[in-house]
């Protein structure tokens, strides 16, 4: 090796020491705080699971065709619904499929609940968008097994630490389609309002977010389909889905059961998509 | 009458260094050497204007004189870096530079309406919900609000469409939504930003019509921003000329067309045809400047074909026409009159100068006479005038 190469790899920066530093702090000073997170959350999702698998698998199908219907007003979504959701009860999925489902619209929820709001406060504050940026993309490109290992020892094996690694993933989605909604707003209609006399909230509320609506709606769908994408490896830390059968698929080299979950994921993500959509057309 | 709008040596500078940009102001730099030194943008620069209640003073230029700019200080949509915006308020006159949040919101939803050009409607609202719109951010309760909205969709002729969204309507009845919207409030001052330039040029006139029908039974006070003199000569009853930031004339119409300021204000009326504005009134003599012939006769033309006989009240008593006598005949009973050698029509001050000049070629070129309200002579106009008034010499 040259000397300059030499020298510079003489002392190495122990970023990672620093890391684990960091981690075995927080772990040691704030476990209650963690283990009430990740308590509460496994509350919620597990009864949310329990509730629906009680109840007989056919009448979720035609609840949530039902609810098809109701978002879109198509015959046509809820019949596919119905038909799609069959085809994983037929295939021995069901419980699987639940609880994947619950895992990700708790995601869903959880990313919009924290990404809207912080979307329009950046929207509004052209310097705090300028230090979430930098964030932004290092919760997309960060690779997941990297914060998969910290919120393990977080928050242990189970449904939380995967849906906290979801929401990660997930949920810069929401904030970038919300500040870019917001900040596109024409201005013809904000002057409108402020002529008008609104005050910041009335502006927000009766110009701002109607406006970004559609935006903010594609926002949901994105942060739907990201949260489907991370099943698999929250089925990695313990949490029950469609994920698991995936995995057992891949170590154990079975092609059956990997095209049958592969199947079952499709499937809800094509139904997801179809029912979040914004219906486009006079009534909005 | 009152004041309802005054500008008072207002300065407004977009951009950063706006300290350095205002010392080169006030030594009368233009805006492109302000932009040049200091990379500020001059909106618009010592401008000072007032506005009576019930007048519409119509802000003309060029696009980027700033008139838009000016307008726009007056509910503050612009800030202003110097100077002030007095507006009318009840019984006070509130300075919207320095007012306070709140002041300027009550001033926003009750005193001061807007209508925009791209006519800023909320197109995810019905056509009522826009009109009410100015009214639900004032918190009016939900009855009220109702029935003021159906008035106003009533007076805009809009109640079939009340439940339409406002992007299914044309631009121009979209315009008409926001004209509502701005009436609704009934705010008494109307700030109009070039309400009708989007628009095509038979529903403007149209528009422009309509407003000023609107503003004979609403008589509100309104500033309107236009880029076209013909507009600005039928709606305005004063016209303000602004050029690169700065105000060039303030005056009526006819002021505006009879004398011109400079160049700038040369160039703009070029085009516009004087009879469109002129009255009697702009291009008569007046008695005291024609020729008396002894006896009460006066001359009435230059070349001395025609003359009144006058009493001592200055009505006229007879009249003669290349020294035979003549009848004298209303200019308002001209398109019915067949042409005549023998008649001397007469007008009010008022007529416009289109139909004096039909009068005159009605009697074969005879000077047409003007009478105040009492039938007293005041005095004449002959073809030299028209003339003179039409080619602007």
């Known amino acids: ?284 | 009458m009152t004041v309802a709008v005054e500008f008072r040596n207002v300065d407004i500078v977009f951009g950063k260094d706006r300290a350095r940009a205002l010392e080169m102001i006030d030594r009368g730099a233009s805006r492109d050497e302000v932009l040049a030194r200091t990379g500020a943008v001059l909106g618009c620069a010592g401008a000072s204007l007032t506005v009576q209640e019930g007048d519409i003073s119509v802000l003309m230029g060029l696009s980027g004189s700033g008139k838009s700019t000016l307008l726009r200080a007056v509910n503050r949509l612009n800030v202003v870096s110097r100077g002030s915006v007095m507006v009318h308020d009840g019984d006070r006159m509130v300075d919207v530079v320095t007012c306070d949040d709140a002041t300027l919101r009550s001033l926003r939803q009750k005193q001061v309406a807007m209508v925009f050009q791209q006519f800023g409607l909320l197109p995810w609202r019905t056509v009522e919900e826009n009109i009410g719109f100015g009214l639900e951010l004032a918190g009016v309760p939900d009855a009220e609000r109702r029935e003021r909205v159906a008035n106003q969709l009533r007076l805009v002729g809009l109640d079939q469409w009340s439940k339409k969204y406002a992007h299914e309507l044309s631009g121009g009845m979209q315009q008409r939504v926001g004209l509502a919207r701005a009436f609704a409030t009934e705010a008494p001052i109307l700030l109009m930003d070039e309400p009708f330039s989007a628009l095509d040029p038979l529903i403007r006139t149209k528009l422009q019509d309509e407003l000023l029908q609107l503003q004979a039974k609403l008589k509100k006070t309104i500033i309107f921003v236009s880029h076209d003199l013909e507009e600005a000569l039928k709606i305005g009853t004063t016209i303000t000329i602004m050029e690169g930031g700065r105000i060039v004339q303030t005056g009526t119409p006819e002021d505006i067309v009879l004398q011109p300021a400079n160049d700038y204000v040369r160039d703009f009326i070029a085009n516009v045809n004087p009879l469109s504005v002129l009255t009697a009134w702009n291009v008569m003599r007046m008695k005291h400047e024609l020729a008396h012939d002894g006896d009460g006769w006066v001359w009435l033309d230059r070349r001395a074909t025609t003359r009144f006989r006058l009493d001592a009240q200055d009505l006229v008593i007879a009249a003669e026409r290349s020294g035979r006598p003549a009848d004298w005949v209303s200019c308002s009973d001209v398109e019915r009159l067949p042409e005549n050698g023998s008649q001397v029509f007469w007008a009010t001050p008022g007529t416009s100068l289109k139909t004096v000049m039909l009068a005159m070629q009605r009697s074969q070129t005879a000077p047409v006479a003007l009478f105040d309200e009492q039938s007293r002579f005041v005095g004449s106009i002959g073809i030299q005038d028209v003339l003179s008034a039409v080619l602007r010499r």
């Open chain 1, 1 to 284: 090796m040259d000397p300059v190469s030499a020298l510079i790899a003489s002392f190495k920066i122990p970023v990672g020491q620093w890391g684990r530093s960091f981690f075995t702090f927080l772990t040691t000073n704030f476990e209650w705080f963690f283990d009430a997170i990740a308590d509460g959350v496994t509350w919620v999702l597990q009864s949310l699971i329990d509730l629906l698998l009680w109840l007989p698998p056919v009448v979720v199908v035609l609840l949530i065709a039902a609810l098809a219907w109701w978002l879109q007003r198509s015959w046509k979504l809820a019949v596919a619904v119905a038909i799609g959701l069959a085809f994983i009860i037929n295939q021995g999925l069901w419980k699987d499929t639940v609880e994947t489902l619950v895992l990700v619209v708790g995601a869903t929820a959880a990313s919009m609940a924290i990404g809207v709001p912080i979307g329009i406060w950046a929207a509004h504050n052209e310097r705090g968008y300028r230090i979430l940026q930098p964030v932004l993309d290092l919760m997309q490109t960060m690779p997941t097994f990297v914060y998969l290992i910290p919120v393990l020892i977080l928050f242990g094996l189970g449904i939380a630490p995967g849906l906290i690694v979801t929401v990660i993933f997930a949920s810069p989605a929401p904030i970038r389609l919300t500040y870019l909604g917001i900040t596109s707003v024409p201005k013809p209609m904000l002057e409108a309002g402020e002529a008008f006399g609104a005050t910041k909230r009335q502006l927000l509320w009766k110009v701002e977010l109607p406006a970004a609506m559609p935006t903010i709606m594609a926002g949901l769908t994105q942060c739907i389909m990201l949260s489907l994408s991370m099943v698999v490896i929250a089925a990695l830390i313990g949490a029950n889905g469609l994920g698991k059968p995936v995995v057992r698929a891949l170590n154990s080299v079975n092609i059956p059961l990997g095209l049958e979950a592969g199947l079952a994921i499709v499937i809800i993500a094509i139904i997801l998509d179809r029912m979040s959509r914004v219906r486009t057309g006079a009534s909005r």
